[in-house]
């Protein structure tokens, strides 16, 4: 159980695999992490802050100008609790966003004040995958020193066949542990 007690940021943002994140939230709660979720204005379209905020047993970081949460600054004091963070899905607006360090948002702002080890797991289109602007930001990402697990290859949500898919909640566990 490496992950017991360990403090664990998952950001969430607006693709078709939200709905994974719950999976990966309850595996991380099953491992005794404490679990913190972020989700984008996107991801609510796709999953209920509800679900995930039973789920991880906390409270759903939403905005970043939460009247409730105006005694922290919100963005700094959740990026220093983090002692691990995973973006899952990582949209490819989310990367790109993060390779900037665009901070416009309570997860991209996050992001951009994390001292901790960060692993993003993409998933979108085949073709979002594999533009150029992608492929470069996921690049740079990685030079700032975060984690990216590769999207598998198979059936997207389009139909379409492709790399893209967002890996199963169990292999990014095991991603985690082996951090
Ligand atoms: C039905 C639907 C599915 C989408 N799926 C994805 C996806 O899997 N990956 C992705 O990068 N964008 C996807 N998008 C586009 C994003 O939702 C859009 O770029 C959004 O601005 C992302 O915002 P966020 O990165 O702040 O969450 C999808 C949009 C729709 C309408």
């Not at 905005?63 to 959740?78: G, K, N, T």
């Not at 390779?99 to 001292?115: E, R, V």
Request: net charge negative; hydrophobic share 50%; glycine share 6%.
């Amino acid at each position: 159980m490496v992950l017991k007690d360990k403090h664990v940021l998952v950001g969430v943002s607006g693709g078709i695999a939200a709905y994974k994140s719950a999976h990966l939230i309850r595996l991380l709660r099953k491992q005794g992490a404490e679990v913190r979720v972020v989700m984008t204005r996107a991801a609510q379209e796709f999953i209920t802050p509800l679900t995930l905020a039973a789920l991880s047993e906390h409270e759903v970081g939403l905005d970043l100008f939460d009247p409730a949460s105006h005694h922290e600054v919100r963005h700094i004091a959740w990026a220093d609790w983090a002692d691990m963070a995973v973006v899952a899905p990582a949209t490819a607006n989310v990367l790109a966003k993060a390779a900037a360090g665009i901070a416009d948002d309570l997860l991209t702002s996050i992001l951009l004040a994390l001292q901790c080890p960060l692993v993003y797991a993409p998933a979108m289109h085949h073709q979002m995958w594999n533009h150029p602007a992608t492929q470069r930001n996921l690049h740079t990402l990685r030079e700032f020193g975060a984690h990216v697990i590769p999207p598998d290859e198979g059936e997207l949500a389009s139909g379409d066949v492709g790399p893209g898919r967002m890996p199963e909640p169990e292999t990014i566990l095991a991603f985690l542990e082996d951090l």
